[in-house]
């Protein structure tokens, strides 16, 4: 093989090996999370958002591969509040926060009006606090009879909170609701 063919196969070689690792960075690319959620994921994390902050509009859905949160949300409420929302990959809200932070605390008044997120945080754990009654409430007229043991909100897709209730006679049956507090299941506890 003379000087000139080897040089040609040695550049056609590189090439190869150069476009290869081209198609590998490509492929790797595919596979990056970040965007805004779409289909059952966006229909999820929705759910879980609202079910945390209440009634309201959700204005941005994002995945987010940052090594945080695996979902940013943001929600404008029915009273116009916005609020910012990380969830984890579970569907669980792990952090619920102003998202329109533009007030300026640095007055010396010391009877200055509650920031925006401090009303959100308890406008948040009231809408927690009714929705909770509601579902227990809910769960208690489905089975009749019985004390409320146990109450979670649930990351399923098919429901939002499960409440579990012990009966009279001493069964329990857990009882699992959508986000308008509509019985979807109840099922027998095994002991």
Same mark, same amino acid.
Do not use: F, M
């Given at each position: 093989m003379?000087?000139?063919?080897?040089?040609?196969?040695?550049a056609a070689g590189v090439a190869l090996?150069? !476009?290869g690792a081209g198609l590998a960075l490509a492929a790797t690319n595919l596979g990056d999370n970040d965007g805004p959620l779409s289909g059952e994921t966006l229909d999820r994390a929705s759910n879980a958002a609202l079910a945390e902050v209440g009634p309201g509009t959700v204005s941005s859905a994002e995945r987010n591969d940052d090594g945080g949160?695996?979902?940013d949300l943001a929600v404008?409420?029915?009273?116009g509040t916005e609020v910012?929302?990380?969830l984890n990959d579970a569907f669980d809200v792990v952090w619920v926060g102003d998202y329109d932070n533009t007030s300026d605390d640095s007055s010396?008044?010391?009877?200055?009006?509650?920031?925006?997120?401090a009303t959100a945080d308890a406008s948040a754990?009231?809408?927690a606090a009714s929705e909770r009654a509601s579902a227990e409430a809910a769960a208690l007229v489905a089975v009749g009879n019985g004390r409320v043991t146990d109450f979670d909100r649930d990351e399923d897709w098919d429901h939002v909170y499960e409440v579990e209730?012990?009966?009279?006679? !001493?069964?329990?049956?857990?009882?699992?609701?959508d986000a308008g507090f509509v019985v979807v299941r109840i099922d027998d506890v095994q002991q």
């Open positions: 003379n000087k000139k063919n080897i040089l040609l196969a040695s090996v150069l !476009g949160s695996a979902y404008r409420l029915d009273n910012d929302l990380e010396n008044n010391s009877e200055a009006a509650p920031s925006p997120s754990a009231d809408q209730v012990t009966l009279d006679d !001493g069964t329990d049956r857990d009882v699992e609701l």
